[in-house]
């Protein structure tokens, strides 16, 4: 029996990354997976299909709790991990990257929560985890479009938490901000920039996108059935 048998669960970007992680790891664990992205689907897993949308396309985001709800008749889990990057210090980053990262890592969570969260309500029940970042709590040089967003994404978790449970129903909202995390992505980054980052980090390395995904399981699952407005920080005791 799987953690999350029978449970179904929308997670945006899920294509790559930690994403594709979590969607892996949800449907090894039993549940039925729908992956919302911008892109097609690049891999197969038994249990994870693609719905190609973007975030911050309301009528995309309205049409695919539609489609779930039709082929599934509930919503379970909601992990709002799509998210983007366009660093630079304060005073060069340009409206455009401001208003591209704002649309996709806030709004796109919003979007994607104002949509799901009262259908949980009304269904009685529901996880929601929104994936905020280290960068969020702390702030980072050369980031603050990006902390601003995933600040942002803490705040909209610890107020559904208090919203959705109203009328006594069980939706719980949760955010889990990863430290660095050796994704692809990540796999790219000179290691002179990288090695740095490790020693800020007590545990001295990256994570493993396995051991985000690990975090939002546990979140997603009833194990965490008495946890609601939390921040699950996954980052080695990285300090920015």
């Not at 909601?78 to 304060?90: K, P």
């Not at 995390?181 to 990256?206: N, Q, S, Y």
Request: aromatic share 6%; with cysteine.
């Amino acid at each position: 029996m799987g953690r999350l048998n029978d449970k179904v669960a929308i997670v945006t970007g899920g294509s790559n990354g930690i994403g594709r992680c979590i969607c892996e790891t949800f449907a090894r664990e039993g549940a039925k997976v729908v992956s919302f992205d911008v892109n097609e689907l690049p891999y197969e897993c038994v249990n994870v299909e693609g719905y190609k949308g973007s975030v911050t396309d309301r009528e995309a985001v309205a049409d695919l709790v539609s489609y779930v709800e039709d082929k599934y008749e509930k919503i379970d889990i909601l992990v709002n991990n799509a998210g983007i990057t366009r660093d630079a210090l304060t005073q060069k980053i340009t409206e455009e990257m401001w208003d591209l990262v704002v649309d996709i890592n806030l709004k796109g969570t919003f979007n994607l929560g104002q949509a799901v969260g009262p259908f949980m309500m009304e269904q009685g029940s529901g996880s929601i985890i929104n994936i905020a970042s280290v960068v969020g709590e702390y702030g980072n040089i050369g980031q603050a479009n990006y902390a601003a967003t995933k600040a942002g994404v803490i705040g909209l978790a610890k107020t559904w938490a208090k919203e959705f449970a109203r009328k006594g129903a069980g939706v719980r909202c949760n955010v889990v901000a990863p430290g660095y995390t050796m994704t692809d992505m990540m796999k790219t980054v000179p290691e002179t920039v990288l090695e740095p980052i490790r020693e800020k980090t007590m545990l001295r390395r990256l994570a493993e996108p396995q051991e985000i995904a690990n975090g939002v399981l546990f979140l997603a699952s009833d194990e965490a059935s008495y946890i609601t407005g939390h921040v699950l920080s996954i980052n080695g005791g990285l300090r920015l």
